[in-house]
């Protein structure tokens, strides 16, 4: 399965826009391959969605433009003398395509930009334009910034996974408490008790896309 989702997102064009209604490029080729239409890639254009189409030995759909407008081979630019380095370009920017600091002059690594605009929106002073490059630039920059795109993708989801996780310790703890003080005037084996309702817990966690369950079993040796 993992090496059709590397084929379906080879074919599609790292813009990493969203247009599609998924973050980018790969997390787009894992929805395809669970089922979603493969028509929604407005800027891969029906060639794309027809490669795809062969890859998975399904039926040609006619490019869905609604998932549109199509996009340009362009890289943004960010006019210095306007910038008030509030950072909500960095944060859209799914590829990392942008330095700077707050309250610091911010810049584009035009190498990766991939054009996908997605930082226009949030600049609140309009600061930023858009340039149209050549195609072989544009082609360039998006097999660049591919790397960044994923690597970005696995820290947020690394991030998602340790504060669900967390979060999951904080609630047993919690929980431990409760029933701690529930059990003060009986005649019952607390600790026993306790340990198996957590076990339980974790175990019902084992589903969870963001946990592991080589990081569930970990915590069970620690109670």
Avoid: W
């Avoid at 630019?77 to 950072?87: K, V």
């Avoid at 859209?92 to 605009?117: F, Q, Y």
């Avoid at 920059?141 to 504060?163: C, G, I, M, P, V």
């Amino acid at each position: 399965m993992s090496n059709l989702i590397e084929l379906i997102n080879a074919e599609l064009p790292q813009f990493q826009c969203g247009r599609c209604e998924t973050p980018g490029c790969r997390p787009y080729a894992e929805e395809i391959l669970k089922g979603s239409p493969h028509n929604r890639c407005v800027p891969g254009g029906q060639e794309t969605s027809n490669k795809i189409s062969d890859l998975l030995n399904r039926d040609i759909l006619l490019l869905d433009q609604e998932y549109g407008p199509d996009l340009k081979t362009q890289v943004a630019n960010i006019i210095e003398e306007d910038c008030i380095g509030c950072t909500k370009c960095i944060d859209a920017c799914p590829v990392d395509a942008i330095t700077g600091a707050a309250n610091l002059m911010h810049n584009v690594i035009s190498d990766i930009c991939t054009g996908c605009e997605l930082c226009i929106e949030p600049c609140p002073v309009d600061c930023i334009e858009l340039i149209e490059v050549d195609q072989d630039q544009s082609l360039a920059a998006r097999n660049q910034s591919e790397y960044f795109f994923d690597l970005k993708l696995e820290l947020k989801q690394r991030k998602n996974k340790k504060t669900k996780m967390n979060k999951s310790i904080a609630e047993n703890l919690d929980l431990a408490e409760l029933i701690n003080q529930k059990l003060d005037n009986r005649n019952i084996n607390k600790q026993k008790s306790i340990k198996k309702l957590q076990l339980e817990m974790l175990d019902s966690q084992k589903g969870d896309k963001y946990i592991s369950e080589s990081d569930i079993e970990e915590l069970k040796k620690q109670l």
